[in-house]
C-alpha cells in the first residue's frame, strides 16, 4: 500500500482525545483496521517521521495497559 496523509481520513470519523488546554503532542501512532476492494479487512500502522522501533512498540504496549484499565468490564 502507497502512503497517505491520513489526518483528514481520521477527521471525517470523528477521532478524538482527550488532551488538556497546552497539552503537546509529541509522537503518535495510528492503528488503522482497513476494509480492502476485495472484502478482506487488513491492519495498517501509521506514525510520525521521527517515530522509531523503539518509540512504536512504547506506544503499543502503553495503550494496551491503558485500554485494559479503562475499558474492561
Do not use: C
Not at 21 to 41: R, T
Amino acid at each position: 500500500m502507497p502512503e497517505r496523509q491520513i489526518g483528514e481520513l481520521l477527521d471525517h470519523l470523528d477521532v478524538t482525545a482527550d488532551l488538556d488546554e497546552g497539552d503537546l503532542i509529541l509522537d503518535a501512532l495510528v492503528i488503522l483496521k482497513v476494509l480492502q476492494p476485495d472484502g478482506s479487512i487488513a491492519l495498517s500502522i501509521g506514525g510520525t517521521d521521527t517515530r522509531d522501533w523503539i518509540n512504536q512498540t512504547g506506544l503499543l504496549h502503553s495503550a494496551i495497559e491503558y485500554a485494559n484499565s479503562h475499558f474492561t468490564d
